[in-house]
């Protein structure tokens, strides 16, 4: 399953305990640089996020049998990645852990 965390304004620091598990258990994470970033001690595999979301679509799909985290901007669902990827991966396959507001 695809997990798709929001990050929130502040980032790490107010992320919720199940989305901090989720990444801790991870065995890929995506996310734009500032993302990223905040997570250097995260030994999976890595990819940056960029313009091109056929990428990332493409990514996740080759590694689908593994545990893959997304990480969004705000509300993932609200004009975030996480709408993006319930549509082309379905509802079913995405689980959405949103961020402090």
């Known amino acids: 399953m695809l997990t798709v965390v929001g990050m ?12 901090l598990e989720a990444i801790d258990h991870a065995d890929a ?6 993302h990223l970033a905040q997570f250097p001690a995260f030994g999976g595999e890595r990819f940056t996020l960029g313009a091109d979301i056929g990428a990332l679509l493409s990514w996740i799909a ?11 901007s705000g509300d ?3 004009y ?3 709408t993006r990827l319930v549509a082309h991966f379905g509802i079913e396959q995405v689980r ?4 402090a507001e």
Do not use: S
Request: aromatic letters at 6%.
């Open 96 to 99: 959405i852990i949103p961020g």
């Open 76 to 78: 993932p669902l609200f």
């Open 62 to 72: 080759a590694r689908w049998d593994k545990g893959i985290v997304v990480l969004a």
């Open 80 to 82: 975030g990645i996480g």
């Open 8 to 19: 929130g304004p502040a980032g790490r620091h107010l992320m919720t305990p199940a989305a």
């Open 29 to 34: 994470l995506a996310g734009g640089k500032r």
